[in-house]
Nanobody, 124 residues
Framework: QEQLVESGGGSVQVGGSLKLSCAAS????????LTWFRQAPGKPREGVAS???????FYGDSVKGRFFVSLDNAKNTMYLQMNSLKPEDAAMYYC??????????????????WGQGTQVTVSS
């Protein structure tokens, strides 16, 4: 069973920045599409950003231009740099890994592995 481990969540003020990390095994990092999802209380899970080694990245419309996803090959880690945070960005953030990209990147049904989540709180 592969594991994904998120970290970096916390509380930040509106307009601030936060950087999340998702550590994966070498196999998952190299061969799977890695994606950040988020879920706020009472709302459906939402795709935030997605990346794969040597492949294009994708972003949700609500975070384009503010969030940036990246990879660190030496650490087998995906990052999510979140800037200009808004109250509506507050959620539990999860990273997920999909072996086969058979539908839209934000279709949670294609993801084989999920992390435990890291909480992001945005206060005004």
């Amino acid at each position: 069973q592969e594991q994904l481990v998120e970290s970096g969540g916390g509380s930040v003020q509106v307009g601030g920045s936060l950087k999340l990390s998702c550590a994966a095994s070498e196999n998952v990092y190299s061969n799977y599409r890695l994606t950040w999802f988020r879920q706020a209380p009472g709302k459906p899970r939402e795709g935030v950003a997605s990346i794969r080694v040597s492949s294009p990245s994708f972003y949700g419309d609500s975070v384009k231009g503010r969030f940036f996803v990246s990879l660190d090959n030496a650490k087998n880690t995906m990052y999510l740099q979140m800037n200009s945070l808004k109250p509506e960005d507050a959620a539990m953030y999860y990273c997920a890994a999909a072996e086969y990209f058979i539908s839209s990147w934000d279709d949670e049904n294609i993801y084989n592995y999920w992390g435990q989540g890291t909480q992001v709180t945005v206060s005004s």
